[in-house]
DNA sequence: TCCTTTCTTTAGCGATCGATACAGAAACCA
DNA sequence: TGGTTTCTGTATCGATCGCTAAAGAAAGGA
């Protein structure tokens, strides 16, 4: 054995993922990363190898830190109108959380990439879709389950609910506020399409006076 | 008099336009503008200045163009709601025209920026403000004209509806077809309230069959 | 205590960034 | 045709980019 590394791993991959979260992965130098995360250059690549293979370990404690909510929403609600009512609201407060930058590192920190870097772009756009898919999952288990009408547009479903995160991870970041976002989030809602007629041909339950 | 320029500023500056508009501003080299515009760097400083003025002058050029649509929608149709309408579909229309980059400049062109060009990313904001802000007053006048209830909160919808554009703005450079984006905007109007009861108490015009 | 190993530091690598100095070329006026 | 002016092309500026060689510093084994 010999000599032991003299920095957090972790805290450092923390300010590093923050770093990228602010800036995005080309706005972000190596410059500023060690600036941020307290060490210096030589540190940096023996710990995490280049740029690339940083942003890509940040990008993952992402999911499984700050943006882990919407794997647990999608997973453990009974309805997928419900799980996707609570990835709206929890994407509300997260996204305006002062606790951490703004938005959503995912949907932002790789938008605008020289063609050298297309595959970091191409890194978190795989990212996007695999959330637009787990969307579209729970919706496709609704109309299964007779919770929707048979026939569903589900990818249309997916594809909106998923511009809607979008939108307000941008919006965020132009200072909205969390109760603002909470009223896209209800208001988004409105589009999850009431439940089919029951067999016997009786209306659906009704929660208003008629 | 002396001797005149050798290229046309205008074919010159869609370029530009479209360069930034595919990768953003600090991602587009002036190495990458030059080739793109087919001119040498002192040729484009001295027609644009410097690398901002010309990136301003495109987003200028864009607004007037390939964005004009928004303006043009809001201006144009009698009420709030069909504003929005048109507003959503003809974004679902351009975002995904193969004849040019997809998505729109003013929503993703400054999106990863360094604490050096944090006024290019402020600038396009204040576009993407502007153009909230016109949402809102289609939707306020629909509140003063009573087509939509008192108290109607206007920021959560124009909010919502940006973000959506917005959404869809980032699903097209995902690869989101026109179709999908189409069942996007369609989605979104189910937010757009309905109309609150005539003053005489009968319920609203009905379309469809009871 | 000395040796080995690995980390940290200083310093700087080649490449590219935005932006220009300079000279040659082209268009107008006289 | 000569003089003036402005544009164009070559070649390059200092600064910064991602990244690393080399030497000093610290921890474990002998």
Redesign the pocket.
């Known amino acids: 054995?010999?000599?032991?590394?003299?920095?957090d791993r972790d805290a450092a991959l923390e300010s590093a993922l923050r770093a990228f979260w602010e800036h995005g992965y080309e706005a972000?130098?190596?410059?500023?990363l060690t600036a941020a995360m307290g060490?210096?250059?030589?540190?940096l690549?023996?710990?995490f190898g280049?740029?690339?293979r940083l942003f890509e370990e940040a990008v993952r404690r992402y999911q499984l830190t700050h943006g882990a909510f919407t794997t647990r929403a999608l997973a453990e609600e009974p309805t997928g109108r419900q799980a996707v009512e609570r990835v709206l609201r929890e994407s509300a407060a997260e996204y305006t959380n002062a606790a951490h930058p703004p938005g959503c590192l995912i949907i932002t920190a790789a938008v605008n990439c020289?063609p050298e870097s297309a595959d970091v772009e191409e890194l978190l756009r795989g990212f996007r879709e695999a959330a637009k898919a787990a969307i579209r999952k729970r919706v496709d288990d609704d109309v299964a389950a007779g919770r929707l009408a048979p026939g569903t547009d589900t990818e249309a479903l997916a594809t909106f609910f998923a511009s809607v995160i979008q939108g307000m991870s941008t919006q965020s970041r132009d200072g909205a506020s969390h109760a603002v976002l909470v009223g896209v989030a209800e208001l988004a809602m409105a589009a999850y399409p009431p439940p089919p007629p029951r067999p016997d041909g009786r209306a659906a339950v009704r929660h208003t006076k008629p």
Do not use: C, E, L, V
């Open positions: 054995m010999a000599r032991q590394r003299a920095f972000t130098s190596i410059a500023a060490i210096r250059p030589p540190s690549y023996a710990a280049d740029k690339r020289g």
